[in-house]
């Protein structure tokens, strides 16, 4: 059982995504994973199906969770959360803890989302993703911004 620990332990960082930048939230010891894409900025096209998965320790209590993703184009922020298929109850996303979460608690989120395409979307996106708690998304639990390359 303790090779077993020690292997997960040990997948989970190399396999982890290098080079996210944390944004915020009461959330402590954040870590993000994105399907293949082992660092910034993560390759992607439309159609494609990435999985997200992140963890830390719940900072505040919270009765409710929800994600959030957010991209600005021409100076204007888009809520594409909904467009990506994501569920807006991050509670069922949890994979390790349960809502509500508790200070202290340690949780792991996962959703799968597919990107779609979006016209004149190519080059370089800072992607934001959130997940607002009981007080919303000006303050949130956890809080990321990843570098995309669509191509």
């Not at 439309?46 to 991209?71: E, F, H, N």
């Not at 959360?81 to 994501?86: M, Q, S, V």
């Amino acid at each position: 059982m303790k090779t077993l620990i020690i292997l997960c332990f040990c997948m989970t960082t190399v396999f982890a995504t290098e080079g996210w930048v944390d944004c915020g939230g009461s959330s402590l010891d954040n870590q993000l994973d994105i399907s293949g894409c082992p660092r910034v900025p993560c390759q992607v096209e439309p159609g494609d199906r990435i999985t997200i998965t992140g963890s830390g320790i719940a900072g505040v209590y919270s009765r409710t969770l929800a994600p959030l993703v957010l991209i600005t184009l021409a100076g204007i922020e888009l809520d594409i959360t909904e467009e990506l298929g994501l569920d807006l109850d991050a509670c069922n996303g949890l994979i390790t803890g349960d809502c509500p979460i508790e200070v202290g608690e340690s949780v792991v989120y996962t959703a799968t989302g597919t990107l779609f395409d979006l016209p004149g979307l190519s080059g370089e996106l800072n992607v934001t993703m959130i997940i607002a708690g009981d007080a919303g998304r000006d303050d949130p639990v956890s809080c990321g911004v990843v570098l995309f390359e669509f191509i």
